[in-house]
């Protein structure tokens, strides 16, 4: 009896304990915002109704229904560890069904100009590296390439081969990640796809990007030229961004990592969000605003009026709005179709 009766405790209390939603703090399905720049996160926060804050760890979360959705924003702090802790910790204390990232990075592409919004496909973390001694491909276990007996994986090309290193020996490597799809053997990944519905969503969003910022008209009525930048901003959808732990201000890198990987934009936190969604299960996507060409030594007045105007934050919260918009559309098209 007391091991029948051990057994059924057993069940009842992993059942239970599996099907528990994941939120510490409130249960209400939600899109949880990520933002790496403050001034975007007050303007999506001004938008938002129904506010409510929440201080978790010194961190100020903000729930509330914005364009339609239920959301939970918060600032993340630059770097890849402050995305990461506040990805995962937003994913323990709400119940957060999508993920949107927003923010600005530098350009890769030289046909990015300042002020584009940017909605990559998918992100890496070139940073994340195996150092070798000398030009070779490194052989640890045995055969070129094998880095595996480290529990490593070099990153490679379409044709199998590692990538070319940066500088002598610095090599790419893939990162592990474990969920519980793949626990526990894991499984290693150079990049994060985002998820392809919201993707398709961001495809079809035609917002308004302005070329110069709110603080650029001044009280006269007339617009400050030097706030405005030179090219209307577009939205560009596609592509790689890479994130890593650096700020990126030398040009030769930024080269190396176009001609190489043919990546956009380089910034320091999404892909870190990207490997906390990918680990939880949860669809991501994100939104980032072109500020300069990263390491990038001429000047460019077009880089100050980004910034000074509040150009920056205005068209990267104009995207996000919109793709709440159209987001909120899907969903009420969904449920307007005949089962």
């Known amino acids: 009896m007391r091991a029948l009766a051990t057994l059924l405790a057993a069940l009842v209390f992993g059942a239970g304990a599996q099907a528990a939603p994941r939120c510490l703090s409130d249960c209400t399905p939600r899109i949880g915002i ?21 201080t978790l760890a010194g961190k100020r979360y903000t729930t509330g229904l914005l364009r339609g959705q239920r959301v ?18 937003m994913l323990d204390h709400f119940r957060i069904e999508r993920l949107i990232m927003s923010g600005i990075a530098g350009g890769l592409n030289p046909a990015l100009h300042v002020g584009d919004v940017t909605v990559p496909e998918r992100w890496a973390m070139p940073m994340e590296v195996y150092w070798n001694d000398d030009t070779q491909v490194p052989a640890p276990c045995g055969q070129k390439g094998d880095v595996g007996c480290l529990g490593l994986k070099l990153a490679t090309g379409a044709d199998g081969q590692p990538l070319r290193p940066y500088a002598p020996g610095l090599f790419m490597r893939e990162t592990h ?10 499984e290693f990944r150079f990049d994060y796809p985002v998820d392809a519905e919201m993707l398709a969503v961001a495809r079809t969003l035609t917002p308004k990007l302005e070329r110069c910022g709110p603080k650029a008209r001044q009280p006269s009525g007339e617009v400050d030229a030097t706030q405005c930048v030179r090219e209307q901003p577009q939205l560009r959808v596609g592509g790689l961004g890479v994130s890593a732990t650096v700020f990126l201000a030398n040009a030769d890198y930024r080269q190396y990592l176009f001609e190489t990987l043919k990546a956009d934009t380089f910034e320091m936190e999404t892909a870190a969000l990207a490997h906390v969604a990918h680990a939880n299960g949860v669809p991501y996507i994100a939104l980032r605003s072109i500020s300069d060409l990263a390491g990038a030594t001429e000047f460019n007045a077009d880089v100050g009026a980004l910034f000074m105007s509040g150009l920056a934050e205005a068209n990267e919260a104009a995207v996000t709005l919109a793709f ?6 899907r969903i009420k098209g969904a449920k307007k179709k005949p089962l």
């Open 34 to 54: 990520v933002s790496a720049f403050g001034a975007e996160a007050d303007i999506l926060i001004a938008q938002t109704q129904k506010k409510r804050s929440w």
């Open 72 to 89: 939970v924003i918060v600032l993340s702090g630059v770097s890849m560890v402050n995305a990461a802790m506040v990805t995962q910790q």
């Open 177 to 186: 990640v474990l969920t519980a799809a793949n626990a526990p053997k894991g």
């Open 324 to 329: 709440l918009d159209a987001w909120t559309a």
